[in-house]
DNA sequence: CTTCATGCAAAACATTTGCAGCTGG
DNA sequence: CCAGCTGCAAATGTTTTGCATGAAG
């Protein structure tokens, strides 16, 4: 996957290119989110990050991936409800497909957007930074299985 | 606002229609949240509660909140941060435009949605439920004040 | 009267923080 | 070397829960 191996070494140009230090439990956490189609939370990442080195703390991967963050190389998807998902592939604002009932995540394509975006700034007058969009519903393989 | 006292009399109607009792406390709730055009938080209905029922908890306003919810009388527009927020003037999904300066919220218009859903179903195989859609921003108000 | 709601305090739970010791550069 | 990272444990803050008392119907 030549994708996911330049979105992690754009990750780690920018970990450097800012002397953040580049530590074994990081490198981990980025190669993991740099590869992320299944919108991982943070305790999948933690847990998979443990299979190479047990000793790794949740704390420090919830301070990796606040670091990217910040950093913009990762995009949190935030739920009220805790177990927050991240997508390091796609650090940017995109529409999420969520299934209610296996709880997937997947980025369906919809272009639609930025014109709607556009509409609302100039009828409302705000500065737009940032938007978000979810659809809950169930997906193709949890509907059969209720069947 | 005769709007606003038949969605109180709306979400009344179906507490006695389901046997829920009905208590000064929940009358109180349910005034502020039909006339919220504020989208209040939990915290600001209990200040405004406290007013007029000084004994009233936290609690009380938490599970008034949570049976709403559940008999879809309020929209809960949740945030990973805490401190969420709820409509119960409109209780069913619709856009949000959030001022990230001062926290406002509002109920911008835009139709545009409902056909990007039925593509999104067509296309995916999803049965959509229900959806989100925030967008952040600075208000006019707020960008004035940082000049 | 009986059942359900209230109010208090404690619990729950994801995330953050403080700090001593370790390590990358 | 030494600033910044790690790992542990304790703190945080919102929401939930258990339980005794009180009020709705």
Redesign the interface.
Known sequence: MPQNESRLAHMLDKLKAQHFRITPQRIEVLRILAGSDGHPSVETIYEEVRRDFPTTSLATVYKTVTLLKELNEVL?L?????G?RYDGARPYPHPH?I??TCHRI?D???E?LEG??R???S??????????????????EC?EKKN
């Open positions: 949190e935030g739920f009220p409800e805790g927050n497909l299934c209610t997947i369906p394509d919809l639609s709607v975006t509409e609302l700034a009828e409302t007058g705000f500065q737009i930074i940032s938007h978000r969009l979810d659809f809950f519903g169930i997906c193709p509907q």
